[in-house]
């Protein structure tokens, strides 16, 4: 497979100028390309052995040490949880698994893990696994909130209550006196919309307001494209400036992002649920595998293709990796978390839709011989990203992913 045909057909059709900055991205680190680059990864994965083995669960997909993150839940509390569900699927166990044990590698390896050498990443994955399966083995599922965290986990919950809706809004918007609140256009976490797509967006809200129980909240300010994530980027995605609670300092702001295909599937022996559209797949997996499923969270149409209509939070945020220091605790309380997660959330969603019974993945966390091969897995594909990584390098620098900065 070349890597570069590859990651240009996946892209083919995005929005150019978004789409430039998520190659420029990618550029950074291996790291980044891991993320830019999930289609990739799983085009690369094994079809034998503990990736066929592995019992059938709902899977985030796109599952990485970054795609997890702190958000507030539709009953308002804040929590730490799996954050990325565009990609989610039924998949075996494994595969969420040894995409994050392999992000946890590549991150090492990239420099983007604190001050952890990679021969630090060996021991850290094992951790994480084995975090994993005594939870799955254990058979209850959890949730991490500011009570229950530990380390950097709790660090980031905690500073949650002093982050005030005010000083998120004064970040991302501007306000002349008497004035109503308008997006900032700043080229880093947005862009500017043409008068059609302000039109479309306007037109949109006002169906979905209507349909509301609180319809005046819906009304919207203020359209800007958005600027978000690595993988998404050049898909079309809005941020939305809403009434809210009232102006100008109950003001909230919204995500609305195209929902596209799995890219899971295509690789995929399980068979798939019908779903109406990509929408609902995401927003119903969600809501399936998050302990608490965030707030204002709804599969919405618009031009007859289908999006998912989110808040955007000041508690929105994840554990920043590179500036965890040389206090090995601190990655291993984090490590650990994940692991715990990543089995809470498939015993949460056991038995729903042709997932394997908690029964069965208890069973499936009790067994040791999968995991050696899994890690060992999880390695090999790190040396994967890393090639890849250096064949995009070569392309971009060359040229053939257009110009660049």
Known sequence: MNPVQAIQAYNAGREPERLQLKYRKMRESPFVFLRGTCHLFYARLPSGGVFRSAPPVWSCGDLHIENFGSYKGDNRLSYFDTNDYDEAALAPASWDLVRVLCSLWVAADSGALGAAKPSDAKALAQTLLRSFAASLAHGKAYWVERDTAQGPVKTLL?????????????????????????????????????????????????????????????????????????????????????????????????????????????????????WDNEAERIVTLQQRMQAVPMALLHPVTMNRHSWVLRELQPTQDRVALDKLGRDGKKLELLVTALGQLIAWAQLRSAGRQGSASADELIDYGQRKRWQARLLEAAREGAKQVERDARSFNAAYDDGVFGPHK
């Open 158 to 274: 905690d500073d949650l209550r002093k982050r005030e809706r005010k000083a998120f809004l004064d970040d991302r918007t501007q306000r002349k006196p008497g004035r109503p609140r308008k997006l900032r256009i700043d080229g880093e976490k947005t862009l500017a919309v043409d008068a059609d797509q302000h039109k479309q967006v306007e037109k949109f809200m006002k169906g979905f307001a209507s349909q509301q129980p609180d319809p005046d909240f819906y009304k919207l300010l203020d359209v800007a494209r958005r600027i978000a994530g690595t993988g998404s980027l050049g898909v079309e995605r809005y941020v939305l400036l809403v009434r809210g609670k009232g102006s100008p300092d109950g003001n909230y702001l919204l995500d609305l992002k195209r929902s596209l295909p799995s890219s899971l599937v295509p690789h995929l022996r399980v068979k798939q649920p019908r």
